[in-house]
């Protein structure tokens, strides 16, 4: 049974970090693409960043140059670092696994088979 449970939500000022993490059982993450989503209030859920099998990496234009995803094999855990948070960054964040190998540049929910109960994160102006 594939379970994905993400910490290190909360809530900070604009211009502050924060790091996600979410541990996974059930599957190998070095195998696979996994990626970090968000939800604001009424709005779908949006990608943020994914991360391949080989460790390649992309992210929203709206994240790049201040979100950096990355994986701990050993602990079978993926990260999401978030600095310079702004407040439109405050979403609802879920961490998400596929089958797929690699990931796609046109990511979707819809990729992606397990999914975390998500964190909360609100940034304050």
């Known amino acids: 049974q594939v379970q994905l449970v993400e910490s290190g939500g909360g809530s900070v000022q604009t211009g502050g970090s924060l790091r996600l993490s979410c541990a996974v059982s059930?599957?190998?993450?070095?195998?696979?693409?996994m990626g970090w989503f968000r939800q604001h209030p009424g709005k779908e859920r949006e990608g943020v960043a994914t991360?391949?099998?080989?460790?390649?990496?992309m992210y929203s234009d709206s994240v790049k140059g201040r979100f950096t995803i990355s994986k701990d094999n050993a602990k079978n855990t993926l990260y999401l670092q978030m600095s310079s948070l702004k407040p439109e960054d405050t979403a609802m964040y879920y961490c998400?696994?596929?089958?797929?190998?690699?990931?796609?540049?046109?990511?979707?929910?819809?990729?992606?088979?397990?999914w975390g109960q998500g964190t909360q994160v609100t940034v304050s102006s």
């Open positions: 998400a696994a596929t089958w797929r190998t690699y990931c796609r540049s046109d990511v979707a929910p819809v990729m992606f088979s397990y």
């Open positions: 059930g599957y190998t993450i070095n195998r696979y693409c």
């Open positions: 991360i391949g099998s080989d460790g390649t990496t």
